[in-house]
């Protein structure tokens, strides 16, 4: 990753230098009903010198950076705790400190940035802003990019993949094995979805409906008068049969994604397509939890 530096000059004036802060790492957190993404600014803090009296040395006392993603403001990070600050400068050596800043954002937040994103890196505008013990301020602006895999690293941290979309919970593939195999599917078609291979992400869903009839021992036979006029005589369909047609028909829409005749060459599958296919297909396996939400066997 990039890193970005910015050279802070020191309060004494006539041309001193504090010292410098690089952005160094990003990373994610999950908390309680949101998700909590932090930069962390390393100082090098340059000696201010032995004529310098003890209470007249330079100290950071206040530290806050504004991001922005596509000239929108994403949220302020601020240090973790109080105990990160000050950035202590000492006569006759140099220091270093590291000051981890942290923002916390909703679903609604990070899919916006996705969206900006579209599955490549991040580019960050950077607004650092500074404060010293004697009142005077400074503030740094830079463009900071984020690797696309330092990106989906911090996505996975804040446990941003253990929910599809619209809150979705993905399926425990201990607590129903003969899932499994589909639940690592749609992981990877959440994968694909997060490097912007839209296509791949929806052919993906196929296979994760592929492997759930699998796991069923569905031959996806159904009644010749149910095939031929699918919702006439609905009222006497159960559960289970209405998810079935529901599976074959989502199986309907994902399929020319896996296919290269001419008709499925021509449809052209976007984010919204991948998002929309995401979230109900993982959606649909989430239900074969339900109560009768299982059709017979056959």
């Not at 690592?184 to 492997?211: F, K, T």
């Not at 159904?222 to 159960?238: E, G, H, K, Q, Y």
């Not at 028909?249 to 976007?270: F, G, K, N, Y």
């Not at 959606?283 to 066997?297: C, G, H, I, L, Y």
Request: with cysteine; hydrophobic share 40%.
């Amino acid at each position: 990753m990039p890193i970005m530096t910015f050279h802070i000059n020191s309060p004494l004036g006539a041309g001193a230098t504090f010292g410098s802060g690089s952005v160094t790492s990003v990373r994610g957190e999950q908390g309680l009903g949101f998700f909590r993404l932090q930069l962390t600014i390393d100082f090098v803090v340059e000696p201010a010198g032995s004529t310098v009296s003890q209470p007249d040395l330079p100290q950071l006392t206040d530290l806050m950076a504004e991001v922005r993603v596509d000239g929108r403001s994403i949220g302020r990070f601020v240090p973790m705790s109080p105990g990160y600050l000050p950035v202590r400068s000492y006569p006759e050596r140099s220091a270093r400190a590291s000051v981890p800043l942290t923002c916390d954002l909703d679903r609604a937040r990070v899919e916006a940035i996705e969206g900006v994103r579209g599955g490549g890196h991040l580019p960050l505008d950077i607004n650092i802003n500074v404060r010293f013990s004697d009142g005077s301020a400074a503030s740094f602006g830079e463009a900071y990019v984020v690797n696309q895999g330092v990106w989906i690293e911090a996505l996975a941290q804040m446990g941003y993949q253990r929910t599809l979309l619209v809150e979705v919970p993905i399926p425990d593939p201990d607590a129903q094995p003969e899932l499994a195999d589909a639940v690592a599917l749609l992981a990877q078609s959440q994968g694909h979805l997060q490097l912007g291979h839209d296509r791949d992400a929806v052919g993906s869903l196929r296979d994760v409906l592929e492997q759930v009839k699998l796991a069923f021992g569905d031959d996806d036979t159904i009644d010749p008068d149910l095939n031929r006029v699918l919702f006439a005589d609905s009222r006497s369909m159960t559960k289970g049969e209405r998810l079935r047609v529901l599976r074959r028909a989502l199986m309907l829409v994902t399929h020319p994604a896996r296919h290269r005749d001419e008709v499925s060459v021509a449809i052209d599958w976007s984010r919204i397509d991948a998002t929309q296919m995401i979230t109900m297909t993982a959606a649909f396996v989430n239900e074969m939890s339900a109560p009768d939400a299982r059709p017979s066997t056959p």
